[in-house]
């Protein structure tokens, strides 16, 4: 799992950016958050994730779960 650094944007607003938060490419991953729900996408790969969001405080954790096993 990775450990998101930078996160752009109000804690508790509808967009923020990490950057280099895709975990495919390393690009900047626009988060939107809407009705308890995150929607990313990176325009580096154009890949499309729902990560989830954990908040502990004033820290926020990112959490892109495995879409499959290999």
């Known amino acids: 799992m990775r450990a ?6 109000p804690a508790d607003g509808a ?3 990490i950057l280099g938060g895709c975990p495919v ?15 990313g996408f990176c325009a580096r790969c154009s890949r499309l994730s729902e ?3 954990i908040r502990e405080g004033e ?3 990112v959490i892109h779960p495995a879409a499959a096993l290999a």
Do not use: M
């Not at 998101?4 to 944007?9: M, P």
């Not at 490419?25 to 929607?39: E, F, P, T």
């Open 59 to 61: 820290r926020i954790h």
């Open 51 to 53: 990560p989830r969001i």
């Open 15 to 17: 967009d923020v950016t």
């Open 25 to 39: 490419c390393d690009g900047d991953l626009a988060v939107r958050i809407a009705g308890g729900r995150a929607r």
């Open 4 to 9: 998101e650094r930078h996160l752009q944007g």
